[in-house]
């Protein structure tokens, strides 16, 4: 796995340094390689900035604060350790990404069956947008790694230190609550069904009454998705979602130890206290969204997409050609929750369910919907499942082989400076 993500960066290396071989720099803070500049483009000019002057904020006006702190801070410590700031931030991308991939396998594997677990490697290391993960300064891939790192971490009942890794997240990404919210739910569903399992247990461990022992009706019958089952215990069937009256349940059984998942949300915490402390407004995040610029302003005309519906009618039709493609990411994705909800239960649904419902509707046009999309990994997951197990069997190679196309296109463009995610 981890070969062939190296495969892949040295290929989209090769076509960002062509494809901006032809287009003036004009950045005097470069200072790394020619060939890397074609990684540097848009907001990696933001996370430089923060990385080499630290955060600013004028109310009314674009400002770094809008761009939270893990992944500059990260490229700010190792760039100090090299002496340049833009080898690190792509660095630190590829070296984020490759993790990110890498624990995302071991999620997947034991999820699904093999060929679902193979393609869905697949199709994020192949997704149209995942150049991200392959060398941009962006914080993309960084905040995938935490997040499917905090999940591992609650997978193997280490609340604490799930809760820690996911307030990294939160601390990483506007979309970061997706972690927290996710974890919580997930730990909840991990409690209703350790209770479960306790009672199927109890119920056939308990002795039968003498009247009945030796019959044969005596016995517990155990289907293959049980709760308690061997082949539940040995992954081999993935468990029904539990009803959400179970999951409500579990509440007032959350033990201490359990409530470590809740520290999760002290990266966004400690965030907003900086904005506080620092400028006087622990949102200000929020309201510089707002900005001349860029514009995404909370409103009517963000949630129905008038900007993206006038592009679509009056042009430039190149850029509504790369919002649509967006949108249809979007859609495609939110299409894919029901399989999420499925194969993975409430607490993943909640993660991507939160994680599009941001962007979605908080952009005015779709612009970036790309990238989140990207961090939706139980989604990634759920589309690899369901090109494995069509009935329509050319469906997965001329899937992967269209996404493969596409993240070539794009990395091409984006190495040409032009706007895609």
Same mark, same amino acid.
């Given at each position: 796995m981890l070969v062939l993500f190296a495969a892949m960066t040295v290929i989209l290396s090769i076509v960002v340094a062509l494809a901006s071989r032809t287009v003036p720099r004009a950045e005097p803070i470069l200072q790394g390689p020619s060939w890397l500049d074609g990684w540097f483009q848009y907001d990696a000019g933001w996370y430089h #900035?923060?990385?080499t002057s630290g955060y600013s904020y004028t109310p009314g006006q674009q400002s770094s604060i809008a761009f939270f702190p893990t992944y500059p801070l990260t490229v700010r410590g190792l760039g100090g350790v090299l002496g340049d700031y833009q080898l690190a931030g792509s660095l630190v991308g590829v070296l984020a990404g490759a993790a990110a991939v890498a624990l995302f396998g071991g999620w997947v594997w034991r999820r699904l069956p093999r060929a679902g677990a193979v393609t869905a490697i697949a199709v994020l290391m192949l997704y149209p947008y995942a150049f991200f993960l392959y060398g941009a300064m962006y914080a993309d891939s960084l905040f995938l790694l935490t997040a499917v /790192?905090? !999940? %591992? %971490? %609650?997978e193997r009942r280490m609340y604490w230190l799930a809760g820690l890794v996911g307030a990294l997240a939160t601390a990483g990404r506007p979309v970061g609550v997706a972690v927290a919210i996710g974890l919580v739910v997930r730990m909840l569903e991990l409690r209703a069904q350790d209770r479960a399992d306790v009672e199927v247990r109890s119920r056939v461990e308990s002795p039968a009454p003498a009247r009945l022992r030796g019959s044969a009706d005596t016995r517990v019958p155990s289907s293959p998705g049980a709760p308690g089952s061997p082949q539940r215990r040995a992954g081999l069937v993935p468990p029904a979602p539990i009803p959400w009256r179970a999951l409500v349940g579990a509440v007032t059984a959350v033990r201490w130890r359990e409530a470590g998942v809740l520290l999760s949300g002290a990266g966004l915490l400690a965030w907003s206290v900086f904005l506080w402390i620092e400028f006087g407004n622990p949102l200000a995040f929020v309201e510089v969204?707002?900005?001349p610029g860029w514009n995404q302003g909370v409103g009517p005309r963000t949630w129905f997409k008038i900007t993206f519906l006038g592009t679509l009618v009056r042009g430039p039709y190149d @850029? #509504?050609?790369l919002l649509t493609l967006q949108a249809l990411a979007c859609l495609a994705a939110i299409l894919l929750l029901r399989r999420v909800w499925r194969r993975f239960g409430w607490g993943y649904l909640a993660y991507a369910a939160v994680v599009l419902a941001i962007p979605v509707i /908080?952009?005015?046009? !779709?612009? /970036?919907?790309?990238?989140? @999309?990207l961090v939706a990994f139980p989604v990634m997951a759920a589309a690899g499942d369901l090109l494995a197990t069509t009935e329509r069997r050319w469906a997965r190679p001329v899937a992967l082989v269209a996404c493969g196309t596409l993240l070539v296109v794009l990395t091409t463009l984006y190495g040409r400076g032009i706007a895609v995610s």
């Open positions: #900035a923060i990385a /790192g905090a !999940f %591992l %971490l %609650l969204e707002s900005a @850029v #509504a050609a /908080g952009t005015k046009d !779709f612009m /970036g919907t790309g990238r989140y @999309v």
